[in-house]
């Protein structure tokens, strides 16, 4: 797919596909739609997202609050002939779906004949809804891409189908799941890459400035926590990801992405592409012309004339 950039936004951005013709505006070079669900939720109770100024972070149990996949696709729908830039459409299961494999079908159905959907993302890794994290489990995993590539190849969907996956992982973990996801396939279908990471359920912290009362209060709420104190964990598991592939299946970079350096971090580790989200919370969207700038230089001081030179450069160097 040709992308403008590879700065773009992340799930949980524009849950719903209101704000998507305008994200064009921020520079970006794509965006995520969702995560989507078969049938509306209100998700989690309010109050669910806090800020950790000190570590620039966030932690929300936010729950998928969304209008379900009726709504978003018929918003989608509006774009069809005019194209803001490339969409990717991000799917999950409502908290009371038993059979977790039945949502992702759904949403794929009914989503099938949208031209303005560029990819699809299956979902497997928030930790706010309760047993979603377990679909990345070698069994449960090789279970659910069974039936989602399977009816992808019955509608004779060719659009790349990624899998977003957690921090919070295992080398172990890491290795099944890059096992599976390289050998698992239906027909011609099969997963074309990964997004890496999701929220993280730790608490790593950055900042040397002394706890606070509010802090302490906030860093002990449960849900995910995103920003500066996820991007070294996300790196890693970009990194080993990468190298489990032989760098052969594209990621997107996501997690504490908030400089243009940061960025590159993450495409030196094997990143293609990278997403923002936190960064875009507290910043706006200067932001992202900012890390696209600081992007170019970095590429220019090491003599490297596109993105796509620099991609997994980090295995290159060391000869992994």
Request: net charge positive; proline share 5%; aromatic share 6%.
């Amino acid at each position: 797919m040709p992308f403008a950039n590879p700065i773009g936004v992340a799930a949980g951005f524009d849950k719903n596909s209101h704000a998507t013709p305008g994200l064009k505006y921020y520079g970006l070079g794509f965006a995520e739609v969702g995560t989507v669900t078969p049938r509306p939720q209100d998700g989690n109770p309010k109050k669910r997202i806090f800020r950790i100024t000190e570590d620039y972070a966030l932690i929300n149990r936010c729950g998928f609050n969304n209008k379900g996949i009726d709504y978003v696709v018929d918003n989608l729908s509006q774009y069809e002939t005019f194209r803001p830039m490339l969409v990717g459409l991000n799917l999950g299961k409502n908290k009371d779906t038993a059979h977790i494999s039945s949502d992702y079908l759904i949403g794929i159905e009914k989503s099938k004949n949208l031209n303005s959907v560029d990819y699809y993302v299956v979902n497997i890794s928030s930790p706010n809804t309760p047993g979603l994290r377990d679909s990345q489990t070698k069994e449960n995993l090789e279970a659910l891409l069974d039936d989602v590539l399977t009816k992808m190849d019955q509608l004779s969907i060719k659009k790349p189908l990624l899998i977003k996956v957690a921090p919070d992982l295992s080398d172990d973990q890491i290795k099944d799941i890059a096992n599976v996801i390289t050998k698992k396939k239906c027909g011609n279908t099969k997963v074309s890459g990964l997004i890496l990471t999701n929220t993280t359920i730790s608490r790593p912290r950055i900042s040397d400035k002394e706890s606070n009362a509010t802090t302490d209060s906030y860093m002990s709420e449960i849900g995910g926590l995103s920003g500066k104190p996820l991007k070294d964990m996300s790196t890693r598991v970009i990194s080993e990801f990468y190298r489990l592939t032989n760098g052969k299946l594209p990621i997107i970079g996501v997690g504490g992405v908030s400089s243009g350096q940061d960025a590159y971090e993450k495409i030196k580790a094997g990143a293609s592409l990278v997403q923002l989200y936190t960064s875009l919370t507290y910043e706006g969207p200067p932001i992202v012309n900012k890390i696209k700038r600081e992007l170019v230089e970095l590429l220019e001081r090491d003599n490297l004339n596109s993105i796509s030179e620099a991609v997994g450069l980090n295995h290159k160097k060391s000869g992994k």
